[in-house]
């Protein structure tokens, strides 16, 4: 059988199959566990959620946790490679990794790089953008390569509150965080909230 709410197909009465099924649905549901570490770097606290911030140079656990909450949110977004891998060349494109922890278990997960080829648009009445203009003269930007939030948490305000924490950590204001594209249909939706007037695509 499939499950209708994680997706998983399963056999019941096999008893290492609805074991395996029981794990993957805590992990769709109720997000990637990820109690405090004595090396989390904290950008963000309050009584609810706490956000962390791991760089290429950050230790390997906190990249293998980082790399943990990646194959979660690819689960939902089936892009067909690996969103961080903890061993990888991070530090070609500086990608850093905040984290959004709720009751011990991470709940978001938002990855920023520095990219150097960078274009700006607007958007168009038609729920898509004009023709986007290069920018010869630009030099590298902090750009928000993938963000992802947990069903349960969505529509919270919980990826504007990363994005905002990002341009804290960049020191740029929110509108000049570029956005690397495609687009999936809720992350157009996102920049669209995040930059109403124009916003600035990087690869």
Same mark, same amino acid.
């Given at each position: 059988?499939?499950? %209708?709410?994680?997706?998983?197909?399963?056999?019941?009465?096999?008893? %290492?199959?609805?074991?395996?099924?029981?794990?993957?649905?805590?992990?769709?549901?109720?997000?990637? %566990?990820?109690?405090?570490?004595?090396?989390?770097?904290?950008?963000?606290?309050?009584?609810?959620?706490?956000?962390?911030?791991?760089?290429?140079?950050?230790? $390997?656990?906190?990249?293998?946790?980082?790399?943990?909450?990646?194959?979660?949110? &690819?689960?939902?977004?089936?892009?067909?490679?690996?969103?961080?891998?903890?061993?990888?060349? &991070?530090?070609?494109?500086?990608?850093?990794? $905040?984290?959004?922890?709720?009751?011990?278990?991470?709940?978001? $997960?938002?990855? /920023?790089?520095?990219?150097?080829?960078?274009?700006?648009?607007?958007?168009?009445? &038609?729920?898509?953008?004009?023709?986007?203009?290069? /920018?010869?003269?630009?030099?590298?930007?902090?750009? /928000?390569?993938?963000? =992802?939030?947990?069903?349960?948490?969505?529509?919270?305000?919980?990826?504007?509150?990363?994005?905002?924490?990002?341009?804290?950590?960049?020191?740029?204001?929110?509108?000049?965080?570029? =956005?690397?594209?495609?687009?999936?249909?809720?992350?157009?939706?996102?920049?669209?909230?995040?930059?109403?007037?124009?916003?600035? /695509?990087?690869?």
């Amino acid at each position: 059988m499939t499950c %209708p709410v994680c997706g998983l197909g399963y056999v019941p009465e096999y008893p %290492p199959d609805a074991a395996r099924h029981k794990r993957e649905h805590d992990l769709f549901v109720n997000g990637v %566990p990820a109690r405090p570490l004595r090396d989390d770097r904290i950008v963000f606290q309050d009584p609810t959620l706490r956000i962390t911030l791991v760089s290429p140079f950050s230790s $390997l656990i906190q990249r293998r946790r980082v790399e943990r909450i990646a194959r979660r949110a &690819n689960w939902e977004t089936q892009y067909d490679f690996p969103l961080y891998g903890a061993t990888e060349a &991070n530090a070609e494109f500086n990608t850093h990794a $905040l984290i959004g922890h709720r009751n011990d278990r991470a709940v978001a $997960l938002l990855l /920023i790089e520095r990219r150097s080829r960078v274009w700006v648009s607007k958007w168009a009445n &038609n729920d898509d953008f004009d023709e986007p203009t290069r /920018i010869e003269s630009d030099g590298p930007r902090w750009t /928000i390569g993938f963000a =992802w939030v947990l069903g349960r948490y969505r529509r919270q305000g919980l990826a504007h509150r990363m994005i905002t924490e990002a341009s804290k950590f960049a020191r740029v204001p929110v509108n000049e965080l570029g =956005w690397y594209t495609p687009f999936t249909d809720a992350g157009k939706a996102l920049a669209r909230r995040v930059c109403p007037d124009y916003f600035f /695509i990087v690869r």
